[in-house]
């Protein structure tokens, strides 16, 4: 696609200022309990505002010790800078409505996307109260559900200290632009269909929601209840060729 002569020292690594990802899933991932999980599943402007807002919250710097494994409330390294966390507009391929969600930041442990995500398509589900996203970042070791691997892009990364200096200096830094456009065409070809593709014939996401309402415990906080689960539902999953009915009662 492209290449960049960049100075001797230079590190990818080390000196990436910034990391941009992104996600895309199902629109039915975020379908409340009652509703029939299938490709004929629309979301709604209501549902958008709510996802929107709550992956707000994560923005800004937070302990994320409970978004990976191996790491406590006192480890420094748990401590990571989210920038920021959009949801985009859906869009319809091979009949079923998916939806691209973009979180840019500084660095990101090991399933930290992948368990933001999770809890999220838990919350707007009804399975767990908003404010479980602030219990994660507490001293309290709680259980958030990963998302499936599929569907996690990493999209760009940012060198920005490292482009400054070299403006600088006489070197110009790392610019992409003039691969950018080559860069998309890839992606619009090749990456997202192979994700919806393999959507359609593995069904991840579906597999994984069954998964998450018969195996995930969520502790409320204190005083508060999230009224879709207290009692037993029958939680229903459209996944061709075969109709699943679960019933399921709040931990």
């Known amino acids: 696609m492209g290449i960049q002569r960049c100075t001797k020292s ?3 690594k080390n000196q990436c ?3 941009l990802y992104d996600y895309i899933l199902p629109t039915f991932s975020f379908a409340k309990s009652l509703h029939l999980t299938n490709d004929t599943y629309r979301i709604c402007q209501t549902t958008l505002t709510n996802i929107r807002r709550l992956l707000k919250v994560f923005v800004g710097t937070h302990n994320f010790h409970n978004y990976t494994s191996g790491k406590e409330f006192t480890d420094a390294s748990a401590i990571r800078f989210i ?3 959009t949801c985009a507009e859906p869009f319809v391929m091979e009949g079923v409505e998916f939806i691209r969600l973009s979180i840019k930041g500084q660095s990101f442990m090991i399933h930290q996307i992948r368990k933001m995500i999770g809890l999220v398509i838990s919350i707007v589900r009804g399975l767990c109260a908003e404010t479980y996203i602030t219990k994660t970042f507490s001293n309290l070791k709680v259980h958030v559900p990963k998302a499936p691997g599929l569907g996690l892009l990493l999209r760009q990364v940012f060198f920005t200290d490292y482009n400054r200096k070299c403006n600088n200096g006489s070197s110009g830094g790392i610019n992409w632009d003039s691969s ?3 860069l998309e065409e890839f992606e ?3 990456i997202t269909p192979h994700i919806i593709t393999t959507e359609k014939q593995e069904g991840s996401m579906g597999n994984w929601l069954i998964k998450l309402y018969s195996s995930h415990d969520f502790c409320v906080p204190e005083n508060e209840t999230c009224s879709s689960v207290q009692q037993y539902y029958p939680f229903f999953f459209l996944l061709n060729p075969f109709a699943i009915c679960l019933f399921v ?3």
């Open 180 to 182: 950018w456009e080559a």
């Open 17 to 19: 200022t910034a990391r």
């Open 249 to 251: 009662r709040a931990p």
């Open 83 to 85: 920038m920021d966390f």
């Open 188 to 190: 619009n070809k090749v």
């Open 10 to 12: 230079f590190n990818s």
